[in-house]
């Protein structure tokens, strides 16, 4: 399996709601509403941390869900909003601007 990472796009607004996470697209303001797991992944998405970690160390450890479901799931979510450019993927660590680590 190829490492997927995640990061927030930087053309949204986000806020977290009674433990879920509106977002709304700068580009075209679409609203997107997210669950409970999905708020967990949002959250996680730093760029640094691998999909994978995100599933295992948090969904698998808060939720009792099946570590390959989990993954499918987290994927195919991700895949959908990096499709409305909410979040961004790659298959190394994304470096973000103003990220201390960024060369």
């Not at 930087?10 to 996470?21: C, P, T």
């Not at 797991?37 to 949002?42: D, F, L, R, Y």
Request: net charge negative.
């Amino acid at each position: 399996m190829n490492e997927k990472y995640i990061a927030r796009s930087e053309k949204v607004a986000w806020r977290l709601l009674d433990g879920e996470m509106i977002i709304m697209s700068a580009l075209d303001s679409t609203l997107f509403n997210l669950n409970t797991v999905a708020t967990v992944i949002w959250q996680a998405a730093d760029g640094r941390t691998p999909l994978s970690e995100i599933v295992r160390g948090l969904i698998c450890e808060e939720f009792d869900v099946d570590p390959d479901v989990a993954y499918r799931d987290a994927e195919a979510f991700v895949n959908e909003l990096a499709s409305h450019r909410i979040l961004m993927m790659s298959d190394k660590p994304v470096a973000r601007s103003g990220d201390p680590d960024k060369p």
